[in-house]
């Protein structure tokens, strides 16, 4: 995704929500070299790495104060990058999975002006089902450009999608749920550019 998107880069800080067991993190820490800084988080525990750009520690992304948590991590200034595979534990029952994990993902979007830079991007997993539109017109809102990435192996409606987003303006747009109105006002024809739909 990176060789496609170009959302990494030497020296970029990254945050990687939902990070457990590791795999990510890797390819991120060596992509983002010594000048870089990966925080990488999860519900499990996370071996820590010998790399010295990267910081892991154990946290609930729906839990009160996980933004300033990851700002402390941070340090100076805001990600440039916010990565999000997050699934919760399976039931098994597609549309309860679903509405579970969509909900994960609204989590991360709520925080991203305490935790991501202004034209910052993310990558974020995304389970299939009713709620995800919702969730992919919060993403054109609240960025320049947005894009989807459905690998071929996930092409199934009980499946995965990859939602990549840049250029993010500096606040979110509110859930479809929570105020319509207010919606609107992040609402310009100009910023609704997506290279796919479903
Ligand atoms: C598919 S795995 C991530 C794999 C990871 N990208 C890698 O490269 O190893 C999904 C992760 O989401 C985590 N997760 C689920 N709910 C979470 C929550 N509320 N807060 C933080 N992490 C959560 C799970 O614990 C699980 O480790």
Request: glycine residues 8%; proline residues 4%.
């Amino acid at each position: 995704m990176n060789q496609r998107f170009h959302f990494l880069r030497f020296g970029s800080v990254v945050v990687d929500i939902g990070a457990a067991p590791g795999g990510w993190l890797e390819v991120v820490s060596q992509t983002v070299g010594s000048r870089g800084k990966v925080i990488g988080v999860d519900l499990d525990p996370i071996e820590a790495l010998p790399n010295s750009n990267v910081v892991v520690f154990q946290d609930d992304v729906t839990s009160p104060g996980f933004a300033e948590r990851i700002e402390n991590e941070i340090g100076k200034g805001k990600a440039d990058c916010v990565l999000a595979d997050l699934s919760p534990k399976l039931s098994g029952v597609w549309d309860m999975d679903h509405y579970k994990q969509i909900d994960l993902c609204h989590s991360v979007m709520d925080m991203l002006p305490e935790i991501l830079d202004l034209n910052g991007s993310i990558v974020m997993k995304a389970f299939q089902g009713n709620e995800l539109s919702d969730l992919i017109q919060r993403l054109k809102l609240s960025f320049a450009k947005f894009e989807i990435s459905k690998p071929e192996a996930s092409r199934k409606q009980s499946s995965e999608v990859y939602l990549f987003a840049r250029g993010f303006k500096g606040r979110v747009a509110k859930r479809e749920t929570e105020d319509e109105e207010e919606k609107h006002q992040y609402e310009e024809p100009s910023d609704l550019i997506a290279s796919d739909s479903l």
